[in-house]
């Protein structure tokens, strides 16, 4: 099944990071560099942010989306946030799931997966994920992006043909019927 990587394109909501614009917190946190990096400033801080939509004009139903994000520990101790990841009618797929980073390391990932949706374009397009620092710790992002897996449609080509445009064709078991 392909899949879709949607990284974060707004500021929805924040309290007291470094940087503190908006461009620089979604660049930061969408560029694939380690380097680039947002901060709380402040104990206990709320960051949300909206992404990127979906490109592909295939899409049937969407099965799993998998949420990655790049952290690490500011100073001693760790690092200890929330994610929350709300779907465009509000509903949660991913909810208040908790992280405690001890790594110092740069290139710390940490995952939450959703899967065993059936969710269609519009549920996704508008996503917003909610990071909330906890426990009065610092944490430091780096990166974070979305992988949408999901079903292609069929297509059909000119003169109401079936197009395969790559990949091949496999029948299991039954029959094809045009």
């Known amino acids: 099944m392909p899949v879709q ?10 309290g007291n990071w470094e940087p503190s614009s908006e461009a620089d917190i979604t660049s930061n946190l969408s560029d694939g560099d380690t380097g680039t990096t947002v901060i709380n400033t402040s104990a206990d801080q ?19 989306i998998v949420l990655t994000i790049g952290v690490y520990q500011s100073g001693k101790g760790q690092a200890d946030f929330t994610a929350t990841l709300e779907l465009s009618d509000g509903t949660d797929v991913i909810s ?34 909610t990071l909330t620092t906890a426990n009065e710790t610092q944490a430091i992002f780096t990166d ?10 069929s297509t059909t080509g000119p003169g109401g043909k079936v197009q395969i445009i790559y990949g091949k064709v496999e029948i299991q078991n039954g029959k094809v019927e045009l």
């Open 144 to 153: 974070i992006k979305l992988d949408v897996t999901y079903s292609k449609t």
């Open 46 to 64: 709320n960051l949300v942010l909206g992404f990127s939509n979906l490109t592909s004009d295939d899409i049937s139903s969407i099965s799993q």
């Open 96 to 129: 208040a799931t908790s992280f405690e980073v001890t790594g110092a390391s740069a290139s710390n990932e940490v995952t939450a997966t959703a899967s065993s949706l059936s969710l269609s374009e519009d549920n996704v397009n508008g996503i917003k994920l």
């Open 5 to 14: 990587t949607l990284t974060p394109n707004a500021l929805l909501d924040s």
